[in-house]
């Protein structure tokens, strides 16, 4: 059994125009992505801060181990996430995949 889980995290830009229908898209596929093995937690949202490098939107996904990443990444359901992206996402995001303590963690 493995020790370490992983956090899979995107920065992006969404286009400025992108409307309400647009986010509406994007947070229900990804609700539709909780469902999936191995995924224990998805956060999605705007940033609201200045240290953000330029990116104005955040999404995290925790997975209980290293090898779902390899389920969720041709999945169906992200493929049509990566769609809906690709239409209101202005530039490509930055991507950091990273090991964690075995969820759940003894201290965050």
Same mark, same amino acid.
């Given at each position: 059994? *493995? =020790?370490? *889980?992983?956090?899979? &995290?995107?920065?992006?830009?969404? +286009? =400025? @125009?992108?409307?309400?229908?647009?986010?509406?898209?994007? #947070?229900?596929? &990804?609700?539709? /992505?909780?469902?999936?093995? $191995?995924?224990?937690n998805i956060s999605f949202g705007k940033n609201f801060s200045d240290r953000s $490098?330029?990116?104005?939107?955040?999404?995290?996904?925790?997975?209980?181990?290293?090898? @779902?990443?390899? !389920? %969720? $990444?041709?999945?169906? #359901?992200? =493929?049509?996430? +990566? *769609?809906?992206?690709?239409? !209101?996402?202005? $530039?490509?995001? /930055? !991507?950091?995949?990273?090991? !964690?303590?075995?969820?759940?963690? #003894? +201290? %965050?």
């Amino acid at each position: 059994m *493995s =020790e370490e *889980s992983l956090e899979h &995290i995107l920065f992006m830009n969404l +286009k =400025e @125009d992108a409307s309400d229908a647009d986010i509406k898209r994007l #947070t229900d596929c &990804i609700e539709e /992505l909780k469902q999936l093995p $191995g995924v224990l937690n998805i956060s999605f949202g705007k940033n609201f801060s200045d240290r953000s $490098g330029g990116y104005n939107w955040g999404y995290r996904v925790l997975f209980e181990k290293k090898s @779902d990443l390899d !389920v %969720y $990444g041709p999945h169906p #359901t992200h =493929e049509r996430l +990566k *769609s809906i992206l690709n239409e !209101v996402r202005a $530039g490509p995001p /930055l !991507v950091c995949d990273f090991l !964690v303590p075995k969820f759940p963690f #003894t +201290k %965050y």
